[in-house]
């Protein structure tokens, strides 16, 4: 009797696909305040502008998150939980927001911060002596600066490239959107996080001053080496050859 073996070899393919948005974090402020996705702050204005605890305040109602400068130096803020993010991708934070000042002594934040508490970027919504505008990192005519709208819904875009260190942001009002505008912190490769925290807070001198937000979302473009499913993948099937023959 004589026969043989054969020996089949097998490949899947492996494919880039392109960048995908994929939400990290997503709130529509459709209940009370989730616990389970923020925490408090209060905003004093001094050190690094908030401490964690209770200011005054925060209310969310119909569809709205509003963080009020209700007390002078004690006034409410919230941060998210961490939120797991990947170390190539752009994050993308996009804000329905309405923001008020009360006086020209006011500089509402909107922060990003890294896994130990340090600043990637922010955007300042300043109303502050001369200063009038929405500031990306800082509230001064040396930063980028975009014109700001005031008393009306905008949605704002954040976004942060964890490896290059560059972010970015824009918003829309009325059909119109601005200029982009971005600024870099730091260079490639200097800082690497594992997760990030927004920060939401509304300083100001006195009182009077407000933020509210219809929905908040934090995305990432990811982008990865998939296998494709097996009915499309591609086998490379041979017969290698005799291997032994039996008797």
């Known amino acids: 009797?004589?026969?043989?073996?054969?020996?089949?070899?097998?490949?899947?393919?492996?494919?880039?696909?392109?960048?995908?948005?994929?939400?990290?974090?997503?709130?529509?402020?459709?209940?009370?305040?989730?616990?389970?996705?923020?925490?408090?702050?209060?905003?004093?204005?001094?050190?690094?502008?908030?401490?964690?605890?209770?200011?005054?305040?925060?209310?969310?109602?119909?569809?709205?998150?509003?963080?009020?400068?209700?007390a002078t130096d004690n006034g409410g803020g919230v941060v998210t939980k961490p939120i797991d993010i990947a170390d190539e991708g752009v994050v993308t934070v996009t804000m329905r927001s309405y923001v008020r000042y009360h006086n020209t002594n006011f500089s509402g934040q909107s922060i990003l911060l890294g896994d130990d508490g340090h600043f990637l970027n922010r955007i300042f919504h300043s109303r502050?002596?001369?200063?009038?505008?929405?500031?990306?990192?800082?509230?001064?005519?040396?930063?980028?600066?975009?014109?700001?709208?005031?008393?009306?819904?905008?949605?704002?875009?954040?976004?942060?490239?964890?490896?290059?260190?560059?972010?970015?942001?824009?918003?829309?009002?009325?059909?119109?959107?601005?200029?982009?505008?971005?600024?870099?912190?730091y260079g490639p490769g200097v800082v690497v996080d594992d997760n990030i925290r927004l920060m939401l807070l509304s300083w100001g001198w006195f009182t009077g001053h407000y933020t509210s937000y219809g929905y908040v979302i934090v995305e990432q473009d990811l982008v990865g080496d998939v296998p494709l499913p097996a009915p499309l993948a591609l086998l490379v099937i041979g017969a290698v050859g005799l291997v032994r023959r039996a008797r």
């Open 1 to 70: 009797m004589r026969g043989f073996i054969c020996v089949l070899g097998f490949m899947l393919v492996m494919v880039a696909w392109p960048a995908q948005a994929v939400v990290l974090f997503e709130d529509q402020f459709d209940s009370s305040l989730d616990t389970s996705k923020w925490d408090q702050v209060r905003s004093t204005g001094s050190g690094s502008g908030y401490v964690y605890g209770t200011g005054s305040t925060v209310t969310e109602s119909g569809g709205v998150l509003t963080v009020s400068q209700a």
């Open 128 to 185: 502050y002596n001369s200063l009038n505008a929405f500031y990306l990192d800082y509230p001064s005519s040396s930063y980028p600066s975009v014109p700001p709208t005031w008393n009306n819904w905008i949605i704002g875009t954040l976004t942060h490239d964890p490896a290059s260190g560059e972010s970015t942001y824009k918003y829309l009002f009325d059909g119109t959107e601005t200029a982009l505008i971005s600024h870099t912190n």
